[in-house]
């Protein structure tokens, strides 16, 4: 249930509910808002608890919460959540965010370079496994702590902050020492342990859709995060597997409007795991903001045609200047918000 407070409410009676609450063995959730204060409590809440809160001073109602995931919901936080990733803003009234930069961590020289470019073509953050999740152990597994120390010079030389992936709890410290946003990968949407783990840290989260996961799940997982404490949740459509063979995933375009109903997390779009074809990345890239992305996570190579992974889906530095100037151009023609960067 989530408990409305009335917007007059004083701290003591916020308190009393709280006191309440904690009597009927349930573990109440204190969510400030701008107006007014809510407590929710997830999980099973009795009528007769129900009945006890809605009857103390200061309450305004009691409403149940019907949705699986709760701090995920809008029916719990009605306004867009902003996370912050380095000093950009994502999500509602922020600008597109624009996260771009190799798939995987190579080398020193690729890795600065690509952040220069897109730096130059005004992305918002730089992205690049460290740690590598391949579907065969014999594929590049990434460069581990010595490509975070690379992520950290890019950073240094260009001001971008660091988007990069964690695979396992016992890297989270690690990762996030170095890293300005943890990514969850699609393979690991449904990793509880990792989940937990990058839910008692501090950094924001990007978190990727499994390629076989429902939206509902990718919420839940989501709800995983919330409920250790952090609230800096950014949520990724990046294609689910189906029976078609011609692209590597079905973008689901769907997702992107669907989630932005469901959630007041914001919605990123990656159109390079969505698609798998260089040549699909902008027209995919477009669709999803005109759905109401928040921003996209690109692949950007020197030289797709080296790149160590996913080098066919990975766009040219001039694809991606190309891109960021149509991106604006879409964004104003469906009445959003029509800058890339902050500037
Ligand atoms: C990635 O972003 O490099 C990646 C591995 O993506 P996904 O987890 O969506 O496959
Ligand atoms: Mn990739």
């Not at 692209?247 to 997390?265: E, G, S």
């Amino acid at each position: 249930m989530l408990v409305v407070m009335k917007r007059e409410a004083t701290r003591e009676q916020i308190d009393a509910v709280v006191e309440r609450i904690k009597e009927f063995g349930i573990e109440p959730v204190p969510l400030p808002g701008a107006e007014r204060t809510a407590i929710g409590t997830f999980g099973t809440t009795s009528r007769a608890a129900a009945e006890a809160v809605e009857s103390l001073p200061g309450v305004a109602e009691v409403v149940p919460v019907s949705r699986p995931f709760k701090l995920a919901s809008r029916e719990v936080i009605a306004t867009d959540t902003v996370v912050r990733v380095g000093s950009a803003g994502i999500g509602a009234g922020q600008p597109l965010a624009v996260i771009a930069g190799p798939c995987a961590v190579e080398s020193r020289d690729v890795t600065i370079e690509t952040a220069r470019a897109v730096r130059a073509a005004g992305g918002t953050a730089l992205r690049g496994g460290a740690f590598k999740p391949r579907t065969s152990p014999y594929s590049f597994r990434g460069m581990g702590e010595q490509g975070l120390e690379i992520l950290a010079e890019a950073r240094a030389e260009t001001g971008l902050p660091i988007v990069t992936e964690v695979l396992s709890p016992s890297d989270v410290d690690a990762v996030a020492r170095v890293a300005d946003c943890l990514q969850i990968g699609a393979r690991n949407m449904q990793n509880y342990s990792l989940l937990d783990a990058v839910g008692e840290q501090t950094k924001p989260v990007l978190l990727k859709r499994g390629m076989s996961a429902t939206i509902e799940e990718l919420l839940l997982s989501a709800e995983y995060v919330l409920a250790r404490g952090n609230r800096n949740v950014i949520l990724c459509e990046r294609g689910i597997r189906t029976f078609e063979r011609y692209t590597r995933n079905t973008f689901d375009v769907n997702a992107i409007p669907l989630l932005k109903r469901l959630t007041h997390l914001p919605v990123l779009a990656d159109p390079s795991h969505g698609t798998g074809k260089w040549y699909l990345v902008a027209p995919v890239a477009l669709a999803a903001v005109a759905a109401g992305a928040d921003g996209l996570i690109v692949e950007v190579h020197p030289s797709p045609d080296h790149a160590l992974s996913d080098g066919f889906q990975s766009l040219t530095f001039e694809h991606l200047r190309a891109l960021l100037s149509v991106v604006p151009e879409v964004a104003r023609a469906v009445g959003r918000y029509d800058r890339v960067t902050a500037s």
